[in-house]
């Protein structure tokens, strides 16, 4: 069983930056495809973005298109997501998920350990 807990969390005025953390434990990082998802109060979780085991590969929902960057470092069992330009609708709590599938995923089913989330608030 993978064990995920995120960081970096907080609040941040629009426009500004914010790069979530998330450390694995329990199993083999470098076999995992990783990904973010997010929950806003009163909707559904949402993908955000995954990245491939080796780092070739990411894939990005279009409203994280262009402001966010997800990068792992499989030697610190770590994954990141660099948040830019943030904007009030991206308010909500932030989720870490592994998948030991194979592929880009981007729904919440194919993946098997989520981490407790953590919390991002854009206001002014």
């Known amino acids: 069983q993978v064990q995920l807990v995120e960081s970096g969390g907080g609040l941040v005025q629009p426009g500004g930056s914010l790069r979530l953390s998330c450390a694995a434990s329990?199993?083999?990082?470098?076999?995992?495809?990783m990904g973010w998802f997010r929950q806003a109060p009163g909707k559904e979780r949402e993908f955000v973005a995954v990245?491939?085991?080796?780092?070739?590969?990411?894939n990005y929902a279009d409203s994280a298109k262009g402001r966010f960057t997800i990068s792992r470092d499989n030697a610190k069992n770590t994954v990141h997501l660099q948040m830019n330009n943030l904007k009030p609708e991206d308010t909500a709590i932030y989720y870490c998920?592994?998948?030991?599938?194979?592929?880009?995923?981007?729904?919440?089913?194919?993946?098997?350990?989520w981490g407790q989330g953590t919390q991002v608030t854009v206001s002014s």
């Open positions: 998920a592994s998948s030991a599938g194979i592929g880009l995923r981007s729904r919440t089913v194919d993946f098997n350990s």
């Open positions: 990245i491939s085991r080796s780092s070739i590969g990411t």
């Open positions: 329990g199993h083999t990082f470098s076999s995992l495809i």
